[in-house]
């Protein structure tokens, strides 16, 4: 198994913490589909400072799913203003 | 959790199809517990006799053999590997309780053909497939987030992170994250018991 670099937690959030995580990064995909610029430390002072590690990495994954599938995500944008 | 640990099944999944002994050992450590917990809980409720570890040790040799064997081709990852498991332990609950009724008439009194047949039979009852169903539903349903039940649905249904991602209009990463919120939602989802049920 890989030996891990990162300063992530070793072990998982309590489910509040983990529906935070998740709330927290659909505010931040949906930010970053709308065409903004969302700043990380924005999202990443809003959970306690041992779980931003875990927001973090979440956060970078959907940015650089952005950054190979810009079409993608405009796309997704659409259908999120269509909803309203 | 989520994207190492589902690549470390990915890499079991793919040992144990070479006949890696330490795949073997490592899926064993990760899933058998909570197999044998799923198979007491079934057993529990039809007979006081049977033993979850053996259907529980029974369901993980199927899996291990299988992919030995070449079956299982579209077994990629935990997403798959986990409703796998869990389908071949509660119908391995069943084929034990079954055995057991058998072997009780037999040792009662001579066991017609037509009852031998039906208690050898390979499918879940009909009523074990329906509380499947409907456990299933239940753990759907507790979820008040229309992505969160879509999701859960289409996972279970075998759809592809992909296919759910664009069904859903968010990202894959967005769908694997919403995966391990409804595992942990799942893991903590506590039935309520007997003695608890007014």
């Known amino acids: 198994m890989s030996k891990r670099h990162d300063s992530s937690p070793s072990v998982s959030p309590p489910l509040e913490v983990t529906r935070q995580i998740d709330g927290l990064a659909d505010q931040f995909e949906r930010s970053i589909a709308a065409g903004k610029s969302p700043e990380l430390r924005r999202f990443l002072h809003q959970v306690e400072p041992t779980w931003a590690p875990v927001l973090l990495r979440e956060l970078v994954a959907i940015a650089r799913e952005k950054l190979a599938d810009p079409l993608a995500y405009a796309e997704q944008a659409a259908d999120w203003e269509r909803e309203g | 959790m989520d994207s190492e640990s589902t690549g470390s099944v990915s890499h079991w999944i793919e040992g144990l199809r070479a006949g890696d002994s330490a795949a073997c050992q490592e899926l064993w450590d990760r899933y058998f517990s909570r197999l044998v917990k799923i198979a007491d809980d079934r057993l529990h409720r039809m007979s006081q006799e049977a033993d979850g570890e053996d259907v529980a040790l029974s369901a993980l040799k199927s899996v291990m053999v299988g992919l030995g064997e070449g079956r299982f081709p579209h077994l990629s990852d935990r997403e798959n590997l986990w409703p796998l498991l869990v389908t071949l332990t509660a119908r391995k609950s069943i084929d034990?309780?079954?055995?057991?009724?058998?072997?009780?008439?037999?040792?009662?009194?001579?066991?017609?053909?037509?009852?031998?047949?039906?208690?050898?039979?390979?499918?879940?009852?009909?009523?074990?497939?329906?509380?499947?169903?409907?456990?299933?539903?239940?753990?759907?349903?507790?979820?008040?987030?229309?992505?969160?039940?879509?999701?859960?649905?289409?996972?279970?249904?075998?759809?592809?992170?992909?296919?759910?991602?664009?069904?859903?209009?968010?990202?894959?990463?967005?769908?694997?994250?919403?995966?391990?919120?409804?595992?942990?939602?799942?893991?903590?989802?506590?039935?309520?018991?007997?003695?608890?049920?007014?």
């Not at chain 2, 008439?105 to 208690?119: H, K, P, Q």
């Not at chain 2, 039940?149 to 249904?157: F, G, V, Y």
């Not at chain 2, 799942?186 to 039935?191: A, L, M």
Request: charged share 40%.
């Open chain 2, 96 to 198: 034990q309780v079954r055995r057991q009724q058998a072997d009780r008439r037999a040792a009662s009194r001579t066991v017609s053909l037509d009852e031998l047949r039906a208690a050898l039979g390979d499918e879940p009852s009909p009523e074990f497939a329906a509380e499947f169903a409907d456990e299933l539903e239940r753990l759907v349903l507790k979820f008040d987030e229309p992505v969160l039940r879509l999701i859960a649905q289409r996972k279970l249904e075998g759809f592809t992170n992909e296919e759910i991602a664009q069904e859903a209009s968010c990202s894959k990463r967005s769908v694997i994250r919403k995966l391990n919120r409804i595992r942990q939602e799942w893991e903590e989802d506590e039935p309520v018991s007997d003695e608890q049920a007014p």
